[in-house]
């Protein structure tokens, strides 16, 4: 809730994906620039974090640690996704060669 508080267009672009600038690019003041900075960025973070996979031969504990960083990227912004979220997205990127051991996990949640 900080930056909703304190920063309420970082908010916006959040929950509301991008701000569009009503002007054409060769007018655009400092803050307008800062808007488009804040759209790529938030962006940026979601489509790292849609798309995050498991390294080929990566150790399950780096794996772990790129994806706490991306988490934290995605807090700072407000952007938070639940544990039973992040364990299935962890689930659905490991090697096909962890299927077996995958499904029987997400069938004992089950």
Do not use: C
């Amino acid at each position: 809730m900080y930056i909703k508080s304190s920063q309420y267009r970082i908010w916006l672009i959040v929950t509301n994906r991008d701000i569009l600038i009503p002007r054409p690019e060769a007018e655009w003041a400092n803050e307008d620039l800062t808007i488009m900075k804040l759209n790529t960025k938030a962006a940026t973070l979601t489509k790292h974090y849609e798309s995050f996979t498991i390294k080929d031969g990566e150790f399950v504990d780096d794996m772990f640690g790129r994806l706490q960083v991306l988490l934290n990227n995605l807090e700072a912004l407000e952007q938070t996704y639940s544990k039973a979220q992040i364990n299935l997205k962890i689930l659905d990127r490991f090697p096909k060669m962890w299927e077996p051991k995958t499904t029987s996990i997400q069938e004992a949640r089950e």
